[in-house]
């Protein structure tokens, strides 16, 4: 495994005051409630190890994008309520993340206590990685725990700036199964290996393209990205999305796929709408038979039929972003289709966070894929081959 960094059982915890950087921005309904506490139950572990060992834990995140200044509807408040319910203890919840007041609640935690801080992007200082707020949020632990994978992609104080401040840090366990699974698939993969990309854009998965272009066996291309590949053929694809200065990279993916032997897959039917309007009138095509004016919106059931065939024999499937507009009912029954198709392979199945783990949840196939990443961005750049920031700054371990 590819995870050269101390994890959290290589650092003493007891009775230390432990910093752990989670990831906590999760959907709020407009009552602010949570709809999907996913990203609040992956770090269980972590926190239950450090209270186990007697720690004094301090949590801390960030939640949307208040933009440097306190704003109510983007306080972790919500968050304290849920985490208090799912580990059965009292969580106490500071009124801010760094400064007296927070300092004073920290010196009187007993082992085994567990506070959350108030969103960390409530200070300028996060986003810029600013060295003394990152000093100052230092100043509250001795050890340093990051286990917020969906922000380590991000260069900010309290995923990089933090660990000049404590050399004593670590990965978290939720950080190091993130790692391993994503890495580990895409570096050694047990063979036939399918990457299934969908989503709208071609220029938001290029890296990724690329790097696994170079290391599957089958590529499945999806989405609104599709018509773009679609197009490159020489199709009419009337109003679909379409990213006109990518053409000629797709046709380039295409002849290098057949070039290397990797077997490409592309729709061969989609469902077609008059307009993106709700409850317009929609109609399943072949893609060469898109009328103009016409916008594609999901795949159709001879493209489900055909991915669901290719990814059959896979050992490992590996799929990143939608087939379709599956925000929208009459566009979704593509991308749940594929779901099914995955969590029914006998294969190690990997879903790339964002818009592909909703999709999955929606399915009702959650329980049935071996792993589904919590981060959308920072799986996407650790499948391009990038490295993250929040991982870098982290010690090696010693040999």
Not at 137 to 154: E, K, P, Q, T
Not at 177 to 189: C, Q, S, T
Request: aromatic letters at 6%.
């Amino acid at each position: 495994m590819n995870l050269r960094k101390r994890i959290i059982e290589d650092v003493q915890l007891r009775g230390k005051r432990v910093i752990i950087r989670a990831d906590y921005n999760v959907p709020l309904d407009d009552s602010l409630q949570i709809t999907d506490d996913t990203r609040i139950r992956s770090t269980l572990p972590t926190i239950n190890r450090a209270v186990d060992e007697g720690a004094k834990v301090i949590l801390c995140s960030h939640l949307g994008r208040p933009n440097g200044k306190f704003d109510p509807k983007f306080s972790l408040a919500p968050v304290a309520k849920r985490l208090q319910r799912l580990l059965g203890k009292e969580v106490t919840f500071a009124p801010d993340c760094i400064g007296s007041t927070v300092e004073g609640l920290v010196a009187k935690m007993q082992p085994g206590d567990v506070m959350l801080l108030e969103n960390l992007r409530f200070h300028a200082g996060e986003e810029k990685n600013d060295d003394g707020f990152s000093k100052a949020l230092a100043s509250l632990a001795d050890v340093y725990i990051n286990d917020a994978f969906g922000a380590a992609h991000r260069a900010h104080a309290s995923t990089v700036g933090i660990t000049k401040f404590i050399p004593e840090a670590a990965a978290g366990y939720l950080l190091k199964k993130e790692i391993e699974y994503l890495e580990g698939a895409v570096e050694n993969p047990v063979r036939p290996f399918v990457a299934i990309l969908g989503g709208a854009k071609v220029s938001g998965k290029i890296g990724v393209i690329e790097n696994l272009g170079k290391k599957v066996d089958k590529v499945i291309i999806g989405g609104g990205m599709a018509f773009t590949f679609l197009k490159a053929m020489g199709l009419e694809i009337g109003q679909s999305l379409v990213e006109n200065d990518m053409l000629d990279f797709a046709k380039g993916v295409q002849d290098h796929a057949f070039a290397s032997g990797v077997k490409f897959y592309l729709p061969v039917d989609c469902v077609v709408a008059a307009s993106r309007e709700p409850g317009a009138e929609t109609k399943i095509v072949p893609v060469q038979e898109i009328p103009k004016g016409w916008y594609g919106l999901d795949i159709g059931p001879a493209s489900v039929k055909l991915f669901s065939e290719a990814v059959q024999d896979a050992k490992t499937i590996l799929w990143n972003g939608p087939m379709g507009m599956f925000e929208v009912d009459a566009f979704a029954r593509g991308t749940l289709a594929m779901a099914h198709s995955v969590a029914n392979a006998y294969a190690l199945t990997i879903v790339g966070g964002g818009e592909t783990a909703l999709a999955i949840h929606r399915a009702g196939e959650s329980e049935s894929i071996s792993f589904i990443s919590t981060g959308g961005g920072a799986a996407l750049e650790l499948l391009e081959g990038k490295i993250l920031p929040g991982l870098a700054a982290l010690p090696n371990r010693t040999p």
